[in-house]
């Protein structure tokens, strides 16, 4: 299933998106798309069995703005250096170990809200990445694939960085990574049964039209589950909670001087496989 989220923000309702492309609200089903849904079997087979009947209402979709297709994210846990050509293109050995870092789950807005760059910033950065959506808990998982049976879904998210303030500023890298608006999402959660191999994935990122990254998930260093699993050793997992797994090469940061970091006015598109597109326009704080 693909699932979203439309609606003024902070006014969002939940919906479904037909294979044909139709919304369906989903409304008189469920109250939202959250933790509690996902890790709710019969709920979530209410609104399969509805969908396959055709009862779902299609309301008008004209002008609807679609916003983050998961309410009340519990944490984003967040995988750095996760890709064997992005630790290449900035020079880093890749990790021994998964690299953990956190966004608040308030930089999140819909996938084609406005991005803003903060005050004083002079690079920011982009970053395309698969996110993994948690649907059971994981408290101390035994293997891989104890990791990929507990992910409910995945969605495309937009890890956008501050790289001075995540470098050069001092501490570790939640200054650069926590500015407002830094981690649109969706456009839609779809379900991990509609996504067989997470390994398999096309990521791309354009800036002003031109294709900025080209990657997959198979150059991943560690894979879905073994994220899940790693990750589940030092923390618990709920329900609701999002994984970012990092991202492919080509972001602004491993380019050569002078680096082309965004602007005001600058337009990025974003896409996963099967899984939908963003587009953010920057915009000053």
Known sequence: MRLLRVGTAGRERPALLDPDGTLRDLSG????????LLADEDALGRIRSAAAAGDLPAPDATGLRTGPPLARIGKIVC???????????????????????FKAPDTVVGPDDTVLIPRGSVKTDWEVELAVVIGRTARY???AEEGLAHVAGYAVAHDVSEREFQTERGGTWDKGKNCETFNPLGPWLVTADEVPDPQNLS?????????????TTAEQIFPVGEVVHYVSRFM????????????????????PE???????????????????????????A
């Open 29 to 36: 089903l469920v109250a939202d798309i959250d933790g509690t």
């Open 79 to 101: 995988i750095g250096l996760n890709y064997h050509d992005h630790a290449r293109e900035t020079g880093a050995e890749p990790p021994a170990e998964p690299v953990i870092f």
């Open 141 to 143: 998982l035994e293997s």
């Open 203 to 215: 990521l791309r990122l354009w800036v002003n039209g031109e294709l900025k990254q080209d990657g």
């Open 236 to 255: 618990t997992l709920y329900p609701g909670d999002v994984v970012n797994t990092g991202t492919p090469a080509g972001v602004a940061m491993g380019r």
């Open 258 to 284: 002078p680096k082309p970091y965004l602007r005001a006015g600058d337009v990025v598109e974003l896409e996963v496989t099967g899984l939908g597109r963003q587009r953010q326009v920057l915009a000053q």
